[in-house]
């Protein structure tokens, strides 16, 4: 157990969540990505006007930093449906890999890219039993 000093030191550092921040880029970064996610024309059939891809790889972001799920993410971005959504686009068409490339070139030619920590994630499936036989 922590000394009651201690105890509350952490109490005051978690009162503020991860699920606080917001996620914005800058206009340098969003300038740089900005062309590969161009922005839909509306047909001239009408329509409902697409939402704005920069608020979208906002929400993306948001998302993916704080590790929460589609659903909480907060109203100030569109619906986690829309971002969802062009996730999925965007990373079946290489979209969002290319994006991400090209602002991690950047920080390294900045000498703002630290390797010293990276972090490995992946997905784990249950396999049936004697799936794998041994060689």
């Not at 062309?35 to 059939?45: C, G, T, Y």
């Not at 948001?62 to 799920?69: I, K, Y």
């Not at 090209?102 to 490995?120: A, N, P, R, Y």
């Amino acid at each position: 157990m922590l000394p009651r000093s201690h105890q509350s030191a952490v109490a005051d550092s978690m009162l503020g969540s991860r699920m606080d921040s917001k996620i914005v880029l800058t206009d340098e970064q969003w300038n740089l990505i900005k062309p590969f996610f161009p922005q839909k024309i509306r047909s001239s059939l009408g329509g409902r006007p697409e939402v704005d891809n920069r608020r979208c790889l906002e929400g993306i972001l948001w998302v993916l930093t704080t590790g929460a799920r589609w659903k909480d993410l907060p109203a100030e971005y569109p619906s986690y449906c829309s971002c969802w959504r062009r996730f999925r686009n965007w990373t079946e068409s290489g979209a969002f890999l290319k994006a991400w490339s090209v602002l991690l070139e950047k920080l390294d030619e900045l000498g703002q890219l630290d390797l010293s920590t990276l972090i490995g994630d992946g997905t784990f499936c249950a396999s049936k039993k004697k799936a794998m036989k041994s060689a």
